[in-house]
């Protein structure tokens, strides 16, 4: 019944214009994003104006194409569309493991990179694996183990014997070997005989002082749609739509360069959910003078497991330094995660839970002083991304579109980090109309009609 | 979890504007004395003697001069002022170079070994730097920007001293004090609010930026960025007055000159710098090689004195200096040399093309304006109040010049090998890079058994790092790339690195007293990684001790350890070789 109604909706069918961009004609199209409570829809036209969204909730545990049908359903105008694109978050997310030889160097650019391609890292392991380890991976059940270890033409034997461990995983998840290039070969068939879910790419961290995480993203794309989408019910939406579906917060890493002017502006995105707070940000990798230091990719992304509006509105009470006062509302937020403010003081507390989210989020995120305390003194240095000359930060998320002055919280947020390399004087959007899932989508297919989007996107958009 | 506030500035720190309220307070109780010079000349303070001299054209010249103690001293300043008077010249006034135990209290000099320098001991003493001739003492040594910046400022001043430094100083480690940084930064703050307070009586804060921060970087951009720095701290968050000198580590004449103007295009109308160094660091065993550099640097310096009539001296160094400590007799050939040379200089002035020099000077005071724009900015971002002289104080020291100058510093204009070319290369820089290359030559032609085998990770423990690039370029000379990890690296990191890089050895430079501690954790660092892998040490192999006056020598402790001590790059390749060093 509900693939009926969407069929009549959706399916290709005579376009009303065309526009030939890339060489490729584009029609009217449509973007979905199947969020875990939301699933959003937005329309394009072939000159790549957002013309219509709307939403409605999502119905992963029974049918999610029931969901996207009644957003389409939600949509001001019908119509109809001659392609969709499409990516997810509901159920979980992409839960990923990383696995690198050290902690602060191959394992810290795999769970970079796991975050980086839209993952939640539900562990992270360094070292030679022992059984204790794999017992950690086990319970984490991921969807993906991402093998890293050893630079290009170092250590070989490490990401071996961890292969060979991981081999001993029941459930088999998928693989993705990104290590040593001199071993990950052997690496990736040793895992071979277990799954066939295995993705052999570049080297994460191939050489001191470098990070590489792109051939990982696509990796995990390639895989999150042959393997994952089956078991999170979403492969019969992508028979529906004719379409893929990769992880939502790949989408966006994949649309913020978009936003970025001239793509070598720094943008930050900061996405307010109601459990976690993602921060992404494209430009300033920041410099790095010496060999033993992993560098900040230029396209990066952190998750606050802790900041959230609903569920995890009592973390955010956590890290304000008067979060107190307001711990009675936050606790009454995670309980009732479908609560929405109507009175004075329910708007208030909300915006000041915003505020302090996005401010602390933000912190997170920056570059930083750090002190390393030793026998032979302190030792401060600065690391992590300048985020100062940022020209854009965006914000989306529900809570931005109930608060009476969201620009403003935004922006007092930022003013409130006093120590560490936040934006100062970027212009502030709120994402009404999500668009920044929609730019990634799409570039995934075409960057040059992305770029439109986003050019005609960023023509209207004014700071509200 | 709490909001997380800097590492740099601790919560618990004193304001320093009320330190520097103190230090005013002290400045109540603190009459400023008059100098022989001065009373000779009829001024109040050496500023006074500077403007009044320039005015009438006169080209000053300092010296450097300490003893052992201050009576060898001040007999020696008696005899210099004598001969020259005798030559028919006179000296305007003299470096003091002091022992470092003049920077720490009474109580900690008791437990440090004596240095190389007088100390002022009495009441007596300190009068007498003023009075035993009519030559300025300037205090830039081991007073403000020590422990004892208040009490050394304070009895300075009585004793008729008005130029009191060394500003760049307040990073240094004095000996056997145990006070922390910030003991160490709030001393300095508090002198600084006193010597704002005597601001209207010529009471000048110098510096010698060769002594500080500025001597680490590679580009002369970022000594005048550093300079703007501290003319903020001292001139617009403090009130005071502060007057720069540079120049021992510079022998190329040209760019010392533009450094030299564009410090100049940084001093405001009311204040005189004290002096611009001859080159130390191009002198060598060969005396008469000396002579050609000291003529130069004279040359060169006196020349842009006479053109910008500044008010600061030139300060000569006598050729032996690279020998022994220089006498006065020795002292008196290099200044006869000077005034000779100033006597020829006036007729080259006008054949000088200025606007050549004056165009370097506007890059270079671009570039530094940068750097100063950065470094402020970045500064902010962290936390530091930026009217608060004792948490900018502390995140500077804290930060360190390698971190300062990677981080504010201008983009390097190109590369050069392995490294990048800074914009304006420091001579020291440049030094360093000839010494690569010379090493490069040495080494041609000489092979290691099997370069294929080895794979080295070198590091430095501490800031310096061309110790370990020039190691990096011997290797390279070899066929063996090494991968280096950097300075200020702590074993943990190393270690890290050299298993991911599957290293078949480690190679460790360090000069700040602590080898030995360092390879004992080194060695735990690898051995948790089961990492079974050769260990060189090269550098400065000395460790600090508790109760030990000085760093002790510990190659043996290190044998001892299994590690490879390291005197040369021969001994590093006899190491790789499979030799016993």
Redesign the interface.
Same mark, same amino acid.
């Given at each position: 019944m509900a693939m009926t109604r969407l069929a009549s909706r959706v399916q290709v069918e005579g376009a009303a214009s065309t526009y030939l961009v890339d060489g490729q004609r584009w029609r009217r199209g449509l973007l979905v994003d199947i969020g875990s409570t939301f699933t959003k829809v937005s329309v394009v036209e072939p000159g790549g104006q957002i013309v219509d969204t709307a939403m409605a909730p999502t119905t992963i545990e029974d049918d999610v194409v029931i969901g996207i049908t009644a957003a389409v359903a939600n949509l001001s105008r019908s119509g109809k569309f001659e392609w969709a694109l499409a990516c997810s978050s509901a159920a979980g997310g992409l839960r990923m493991v990383s696995v690198g030889l050290t902690e602060a160097l191959s394992g810290r650019a795999a769970a970079l990179a796991a975050l980086g391609a839209g993952a939640k890292v539900v562990a992270a392991e360094a070292g030679y694996l022992d059984d204790r380890a794999l017992q950690r991976i086990e319970d984490a059940r991921p969807h993906l183990v991402l093998l890293s270890g050893g630079v290009d033409g170092g250590d070989e034997a490490g990401i071996l014997h961890n292969a060979r461990q991981l081999r001993k995983l029941s459930g088999a998840p998928g693989f993705i070997v990104a290590g040593n290039a001199f071993a990950s070969n052997r690496a990736a068939a040793e895992l071979c005989g277990v799954t066939s879910a295995v993705e052999l790419v570049e080297n994460v961290f191939p050489q001191p002082g470098t990070i590489n995480l792109d051939d990982t993203r696509q990796a995990v794309r390639t895989l999150f749609m042959q393997h994952i989408t089956r078991a999170k019910g979403l492969d019969r939406m992508m028979v529906e739509l004719r379409t893929g579906c990769e992880p939502t917060p790949l989408a966006v890493s994949r649309g913020l360069p978009m936003m970025s002017g001239s793509h070598s502006e720094t943008v930050v995105l900061v996405d307010l959910g109601g459990a976690t707070t993602d921060v992404h940000s494209v430009g300033s990798g920041s410099t790095h003078s010496r060999g033993v230091d992993l560098p900040v990719p230029d396209v990066m992304r952190t998750v606050e497991g802790d900041l959230g509006m609903r569920w995890g509105a009592p973390g955010i009470c956590d890290a304000m330094p008067d979060g107190d006062a307001l711990r009675e509302d936050a606790e009454m937020r995670r309980l009732h995660p479908s609560f929405l403010p109507s009175t004075t003081h329910d708007r208030v507390v909300e915006r000041r839970l915003a505020e302090a989210a996005v401010g602390v989020a933000l912190e997170r995120h920056s570059g930083r002083v750090v002190v390393r305390h030793r026998p032979w003194g302190d030792r401060y240095s600065v690391t992590g991304k300048d985020l100062r000359d940022a020209s854009l930060i965006i914000a989306t998320g529900g809570v931005f579109i109930h608060l009476d002055e969201p620009t403003k919280t935004v922006r007092k947020a930022v003013m409130g980090v006093s120590d560490a390399f936040v934006p100062r004087n970027a212009r502030i959007l709120i994402d009404h109309d999500y668009v920044v899932y929609a730019l990634g989508l799409v570039a995934a297919h075409s960057v040059a009609f992305a770029t439109r989007m986003a050019n005609t996107y960023l023509d209207q958009a004014e700071e509200t | *979890?709490? &909001?997380? =506030? @800097?590492?740099?500035i601790p919560r618990d720190l004193p304001d320093g504007r009320e330190l520097l309220v103190a230090g005013a307070e002290i400045g109540r109780q603190t009459i400023v004395g008059l100098s022989l010079l001065c009373e000779t000349h009829g001024v109040r303070s050496e500023l006074e003697y500077k403007q009044k001299m320039r005015a009438e054209g006169r080209l000053m010249t300092t010296m450097n001069v300490g003893l052992q103690t201050w009576a060898d001293t001040a007999r020696a300043i008696e005899l210099i002022h004598r001969e020259t008077a005798e030559r028919g010249f006179r000296i305007d006034r003299y470096q003091m170079q002091m022992d470092r135990r003049m920077g720490v209290p009474p109580a900690s000099r008791l437990r440090a070994a004596k240095e190389t320098g007088p100390m002022l001991e009495s009441a007596d003493d300190w009068v007498a730097t003023t009075r035993t001739a009519p030559i300025q003492p300037g205090l830039g040594d081991m007073m403000v920007g020590s422990p004892m910046s208040v009490e050394n400022a304070r009895s300075a001043l009585s004793a008729g001293v008005t130029y009191i430094g060394n500003m760049c100083q307040f990073a240094w480690k004095f000996p056997s004090w145990s006070g922390s940084d910030v003991d160490q930064v709030v001393e300095m703050v508090k002198a600084l609010g006193l010597m704002a307070s005597k601001a209207d009586d010529g009471a000048t804060m110098q510096s010698y930026l060769d002594d500080g921060f500025p001597a680490q970087f590679r580009n002369f951009g970022s000594y005048i960025g550093w300079a703007m720095f501290e003319r903020y701290i001292i001139n617009d968050v403090i009130g005071a007055r502060l007057a720069i000198s540079y120049g021992g580590l510079t022998h190329d004449p040209v760019m010392k000159a533009a450094v030299s103007i564009a410090l100049e295009a940084i001093t405001p109308e009311d204040t005189c710098n004290p002096f611009y160094h001859c080159n130390t660091t191009a002198y060598v065993v060969d005396h008469d090689r000396n002579y050609g550099t000291l003529g130069v640097d004279m040359l060169y310096l006196i020349l842009v004195q006479l053109h910008y009539r500044t008010g600061a001296a030139v300060l000569p160094i006598p050729i032996t200096e690279a020998t022994r400590i220089p006498s006065p007799s020795e002292i008196v050939q290099v200044h006869t040399i000077t005034r000779r040379i100033a006597e020829y200089a006036p007729a080259l002035v006008d054949f000088f093309d200025w606007t050549r020099l004056e165009a370097i000077r506007d890059r270079l005071l671009d570039d530094g304006r940068q750097f100063f724009e950065r470094l402020i900015? %970045?500064l902010g @971002?962290?936390?530091v109040d930026l009217r608060d002289p004792l948490q900018l104080l502390l995140a500077v020291r =804290?930060? $360190?010049a390698?971190?300062i100058e @990677?981080?504010f510093g201008s983009a390097p204009s190109g590369d050069h090998g392995d490294h990048d070319t800074p914009l304006f290369p420091t001579d020291t820089f440049q030094d360093f890079v000839s010494e690569k290359l010379a090493v490069a030559e040495r080494l041609a032609g000489r092979t290691l058994r099997d370069p294929g085998r080895h794979?080295v +990770?070198l /590091?430095s423990?501490d800031v310096h790092e061309f110790g370990m690039l020039i190691v990096a370029e011997a290797l390279s000379a070899l066929d063996v790339e090494p991968? &280096? /990890? $950097?300075? %200020? +690296?702590?074993p943990d990191?190393?270690s890290? &690195?050299a &298993?991911? /890089? $599957? /290293?078949s050895a480690v190679l460790v430079s360090t000069h700040? %007293? *602590?080898a030995l501690?360092?390879a004992q954790?080194l060695l735990r660092e690898l051995e948790a990684r089961e990492l079974d892998i050769l260990v060189l040490f090269g550098g400065r192999l000395n460790q600090d001790f508790e109760g030990s006056e000085t760093p002790l020598d510990v190659r043996d402790d290190l044998r001892a350890l299994g590690v490879r001590v390291c005197e040369s790059v021969d001994d590093i390749l006899g190491a790789l070789d499979g030799a016993a060093v």
């Open positions: - | *979890m709490t &909001l997380e =506030r @800097s590492n740099l900015d %970045g @971002s962290m936390g =804290r930060l $360190g390698g971190q @990677s981080q794979q +990770v /590091a423990t991968i &280096l /990890a $950097g300075t %200020g +690296v702590d990191e190393l890290d &690195l &298993l991911e /890089a $599957g /290293a700040n %007293g *602590m501690t360092y954790q």
